[in-house]
């Protein structure tokens, strides 16, 4: 089956890097070897032991496609057929990402959806839509479950990771129940909220469901308010913000006290955690939200691939297998701040991450399911050339006779008209990690996009995800795959792969690896 690619390896010997893509018989071999692999495609159907859900914030499928060529263009090539780790996904679906209360939703009511498997109001994790947004009351008798809450009552380790604070809106609907996605310390609890008995999200970090690794930000939430950071003692802004002056890191350390709980603060710390001894770990880098991937002080704070690797490593010492939440948090954040370089640089470290976590797992026992919560409205376009860099100009000028880059948003902070005329790009830097693109609409904030979002998914009952679903169809999937609540007594077909069946599954390694390399000398 290899012997077209080597034919056109043969053949490529005779053509400049200019010329290999004309030759027909390129073109054909790749379909000829995709259509061979979709083929050989036969869905896993027995019961998922892990779930793994990557959850990329704002990653619209524009994101997903300009990541890609950054990311080639990084490894020095043109970048367009670059394949990510997501993309070598082998089930496909898209997700309508609207709530019940708003066409183009935030990323609160759809993390309940895709946790809690039920569409809710924007503003709100983890309560239905009859919970009204910042009206505690409603909150009693409407709390909805997320599948990590119900995998930790079926005896699976759980774990959150996130480059956002661990209390924002993704990671919280995985624990918490709440009608304001704001109210990360009992210092954001209106009166009137706390006299209703409402509890901030911080305390139902550690109180709600027993989390045995919770990685990212968010440590002044946890602490009485006035303690210094331990990373910034001088900073009044990045002090502790708790006014009922518990440490609810003490209180989750003394919780676990029977089980070889760690917290870390830093990354020597961190990477000190011997993860044969640790059975809960709590690290938190940052007072608020960790940094971006471009201004990350790599002595100090892990990365999204690292804390990835750990929480894995932990999570799989259960023999029941585990829940593990992984968001990609700030690719929204560099979105609405119209800055396209911080939100794609990363959406690729979000996919090095999905590759890591396949480098630890085994697929036949794994389903790992990536998707985001919503788009933004952000494009690239303007007829440009082939290896064009994803950060450059198009190849004319607009009406206007000024140049204009690629990338564009259609609102948000970037829209600056001088004399009723758009500034002249070249005039600046844009390739600069700060680079703010030009806007259609002025807004101090881009905003989310409405459009469906991908979703890929692979491992045990990843067939599942095909076609067009409701968002919140992601969390019955998920139940479903590894017989949780409330799907205990359907399939529950135990994973019938054994040892027997590696010899074939490296030989098909080895040979999928054999025509890859053959294709990339090719190129």
């Not at 869905?43 to 496609?65: E, Q």
């Not at 590759?355 to 952000?378: G, I, K, N």
Request: proline fraction near 4%.
């Amino acid at each position: 089956m290899c012997l077209l690619s080597v034919s056109l390896l043969l053949t490529a010997v005779l053509l400049t890097d200019a010329e290999w893509e004309t030759d027909p018989r390129f073109w054909n071999d790749q379909a000829r070897r995709t259509l061979e692999n979709a083929l050989k495609l036969k869905p896993r159907v027995h019961r998922a032991k892990n779930i793994i859900l990557f959850l990329g914030d704002g990653m619209g499928v524009s994101t997903v496609s300009a990541a890609r060529i950054l990311r080639g263009q990084m490894e020095g090539h043109s970048g367009e057929e670059t394949v990510l780790a997501m993309d070598s996904f082998p089930y496909l679906a898209l997700s309508k990402t609207y709530s019940v209360d708003k066409q183009v939703s935030d990323s609160a009511s759809t993390a309940t959806a895709y946790h809690c498997g039920v569409k809710a109001n924007s503003k709100t994790v983890g309560v239905s839509a009859k919970a009204v947004a910042n009206e505690c009351n409603s909150t009693f008798g409407n709390e909805v479950h997320s599948v990590l809450h119900r995998a930790k009552a079926q005896g699976k380790s759980v774990g959150i990771v996130t480059t956002t604070r661990v209390q924002h809106a993704s990671p919280a609907a995985a624990y918490a129940h709440s009608v304001s996605r704001s109210w990360y310390s009992d210092s954001d609890l209106p009166s009137i909220a706390k006299s209703q008995g409402c509890t901030d999200i911080s305390t139902q970090l550690i109180t709600n469901t027993h989390i045995d690794v919770i990685l990212g930000g968010g440590r002044m939430y946890m602490t009485p308010r006035g303690t210094p950071d331990p990373e910034y003692p001088s900073s009044s802004s990045r002090k502790g913000d708790r006014r009922d002056k518990k440490n609810l890191i003490e209180l989750w350390l003394n919780a676990q006290k029977d089980k070889n709980a760690q917290f870390v603060w830093n990354k020597e710390q961190f990477n000190a955690v011997d993860v044969k001894t640790t059975d809960s770990l709590m690290g938190l880098f940052e007072p608020k939200d960790m940094r971006f991937e471009v201004f990350r002080n790599r002595t100090r704070d892990p990365s999204i691939v690292e804390m990835t690797e750990k929480a894995i490593q932990i999570l799989s010492k259960n023999p029941n297998g585990f829940f593990l939440f992984v968001e990609g948090g700030r690719i929204d954040h560099g979105h609405h701040d119209g800055v396209a370089k911080l939100a794609l640089t990363e959406t690729v470290m979000f996919d090095r991450a999905i590759q890591r976590a396949s480098e630890l797992t085994r697929e036949s026992e794994t389903l790992t399911v990536v998707t985001a919560d919503h788009s933004h409205v952000f494009t690239f376009g303007g007829n440009t050339p082939r290896g064009n860099p994803i950060f450059g100009l198009a190849p004319r000028n607009a009406e206007d006779q000024l140049p204009f880059t690629s990338i564009l948003y259609a609102n948000g902070p970037g829209y600056v008209h001088v004399n009723g005329t758009r500034a002249n790009v070249s005039a600046v830097d844009y390739y600069d990690e700060e680079y703010m693109q030009q806007a259609a609409v002025p807004l101090d904030a881009e905003t989310h996009g409405g459009e469906d979002v991908a979703i890929y998914a692979k491992g045990p009952m990843a067939h599942l995800f095909h076609g067009v679903k409701e968002q919140h169809y992601v969390a019955h999937a998920l139940a479903y795959a590894a017989c949780l609540h409330p799907y205990t007594d359907t399939h529950c077909t135990p994973d019938t792969s054994n040892t027997a069946s590696l010899p074939h599954t490296l030989y098909t390694t080895l040979f999928s690896l054999t025509c890859f390399i053959i294709g990339v000398m090719y190129r």
